[in-house]
C-alpha cells in the first residue's frame, strides 16, 4: 500500500517526538475573549477622590496649568516639557528632562491612565495625583518654584483669576487649588477601546494572527501577565528586574542627584550609594533596593525609551531582555527566567503590545 506523503512526514514526526521523550513543542492555543477579560478586562470609570469632583472648568484650568512654564523657577519648563502629549505624556530621553543645570536621575513616565496608578512614581513615594501635583514644582531638579511665589503671581494674571472663579465657584487662589486642577486635567487622560479591548468584547479579528499568538505568549509561555494584569496591565507592586544602570554608573552628576534625593528621603547610607536604591527610599527596607514599580503598558509603544532609567530603547529590546531573563543582579526577582522565545515569538510578543495602544475616552463632564 502507498501512503500519502503527508501522513507518512506527520507519522515519522510522531515518532521521532516520542523517542525524543514525546515533549512536542505545542504551539499555545489563542486564549478566548473571556479568558483574557478575566485576567486583564475594560478600564472602569476613572476614579475621582471624594473633595475633588471632575468639571469641565476644572480641567481647562487644570490643562492650563499644565502647559504654563511660569510654573518653573526660571520661566523655561511645564509640566508638558516633560510629559508630551505626542509621546503618551512622557519624553523621549532616558533621563529627565531637568531643571536648567540640574540632572534627573530617572525616565519621565507616561502619563496616560495615570489617575488608575496608586501609589504614583517609580518608587510609589506619592500616593495620589492630588498630594503630588506640587511635588516637581517645588522640586529643585524639576521646577525648582516656591508655591507662595506662584500663587501670587497667578493672581496678578489677567487670566487666572476668571478661570479658577469659573472652576471653584470664586477667584481664590491656592496651593491646594493649583493641585486639584491639575490632577483634574490628569484624570481626564484615559486611553482605552484599543484592538485588546474590542478582541474582549468578541471581536476576534481586532487582533490579527501576529497579535493574537503575541497575546497567548503574554499570558502563557513568556508569563507577562504575572506582573501586569488587571486593566491597567499592572500589579501595582514593586519588582527588581536588574534593568542595565550603565548610564547612571557612569555619570557622577546623575549619581550625585541620586545621592541627594536618597539624602532627603532619609536613607541612612545615602553617601555610598552607587545606584538608584528605587523602593527602599520609600519603606526602608533593604529587601526593596533596586525594585520599582511596575508601570502599566496601555499605549506603551508611544513612550519610549523604557524603564525607571530609560535603559532599554524600542519594545524589542525591552522583550528581548525579559527572554533573557531580566539583568544581571543577583537580588533580581525570582519570577523572572530565561524565556526560551525565538525570534517569531518575540516579534509577535511586540506585535501585541502595539495591540495595546487605543483613543482618549471622551469624558462627559458637567
Ligand atoms: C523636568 C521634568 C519634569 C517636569 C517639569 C515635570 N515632571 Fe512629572 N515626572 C518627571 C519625572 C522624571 C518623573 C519620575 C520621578 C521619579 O520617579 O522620581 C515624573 C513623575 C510624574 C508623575 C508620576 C506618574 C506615575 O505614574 O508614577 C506625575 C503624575 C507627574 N510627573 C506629573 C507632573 C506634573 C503635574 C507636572 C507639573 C506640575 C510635572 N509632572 C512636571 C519629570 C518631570
Ligand atoms: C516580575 C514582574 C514582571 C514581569 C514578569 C514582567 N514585568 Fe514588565 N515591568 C515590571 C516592572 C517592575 C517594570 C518597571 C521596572 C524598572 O523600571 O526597573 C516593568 C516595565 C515594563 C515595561 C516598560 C514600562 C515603561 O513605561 O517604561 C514594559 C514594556 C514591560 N514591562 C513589558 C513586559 C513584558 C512584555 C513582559 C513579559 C515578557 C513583562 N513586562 C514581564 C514587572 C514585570
Not at 37 to 65: D, E, M, Q, R, T
Not at 189 to 198: A, E, G, K, N
Not at 262 to 277: E, H, I, Y
Not at 308 to 319: D, F, I, Q, R, S
Request: proline share 8%; aromatic share 6%; glycine share 8%.
Amino acid at each position: 500500500m502507498i501512503m500519502p506523503l503527508k501522513p507518512v512526514i506527520a507519522g515519522a514526526l510522531v515518532l521521532l517526538t516520542l523517542l525524543l521523550g514525546g515533549k512536542v513543542q505545542a504551539e499555545e492555543p489563542v486564549p478566548a475573549p473571556e479568558q483574557v477579560k478575566a485576567a486583564i478586562g475594560h478600564l472602569g470609570p476613572v476614579p475621582v477622590p471624594p473633595g475633588n469632583p471632575l468639571s469641565a472648568a476644572k480641567v481647562a484650568l487644570g490643562k492650563k496649568l499644565f502647559n504654563d512654564t511660569r510654573l518653573s523657577g526660571d520661566g523655561s519648563l511645564s509640566c508638558q516639557t516633560c510629559h508630551l502629549p505626542e509621546h503618551g505624556y512622557a519624553t523621549l530621553q532616558a533621563l529627565g528632562p531637568a531643571y536648567p543645570s540640574q540632572y534627573e536621575r530617572r525616565n519621565s513616565p507616561a502619563l496616560v491612565n495615570v489617575a488608575y496608578n496608586q501609589p504614583l512614581i517609580w518608587d510609589g513615594r506619592a500616593p495620589g495625583l492630588d498630594q503630588q501635583a506640587l511635588g516637581p514644582v517645588k522640586n529643585i531638579l524639576h521646577m525648582n518654584n516656591d508655591v507662595d511665589l506662584l500663587v501670587e503671581q497667578l493672581k496678578a494674571d489677567g487670566d487666572y483669576p476668571e478661570a479658577f472663579r469659573k472652576a471653584y465657584g470664586d477667584a481664590g487662589i491656592d496651593a491646594a487649588r493649583i493641585a486639584s486642577a491639575l490632577a483634574s486635567f490628569e484624570r481626564t487622560l484615559v486611553f482605552d477601546d484599543s484592538p485588546l479591548d474590542r478582541y474582549m468584547d468578541g471581536d476576534l479579528a481586532a487582533l490579527d494572527a501576529a497579535q493574537q499568538h503575541g497575546l497567548a505568549l503574554f499570558l502563557g509561555k513568556a508569563n507577562c501577565i504575572q506582573c501586569h494584569h488587571g486593566p491597567n496591565l499592572t500589579d501595582n507592586q514593586f519588582h527588581d528586574l536588574a534593568v542595565p544602570e550603565q548610564a547612571i554608573v557612569d555619570n557622577p552628576q546623575i549619581l550625585a542627584a541620586i545621592r541627594f534625593d536618597a539624602q532627603r528621603m532619609g536613607l541612612p547610607d545615602w553617601a555610598q550609594l552607587t545606584r538608584d536604591p528605587g523602593r527602599e527610599l520609600v519603606s526602608k527596607d533593604p529587601t526593596d533596593r533596586g525594585k520599582f514599580r511596575t508601570m502599566g503598558l496601555r499605549n506603551i509603544e508611544n513612550s519610549p525609551p523604557y524603564m525607571h532609567n530609560g535603559a532599554l530603547a524600542t519594545l524589542a529590546e525591552v522583550v528581548a531582555f525579559y527572554d533573557r531573563g531580566g539583568g544581571d543582579d543577583p537580588h533580581k526577582s525570582p519570577l523572572l527566567k530565561p524565556l526560551g522565545l525565538n525570534d517569531a515569538e518575540r516579534r509577535d510578543l511586540v506585535a501585541f503590545l502595539r495591540a495595546l495602544t487605543g483613543t482618549q475616552r471622551h469624558l462627559l463632564l458637567e
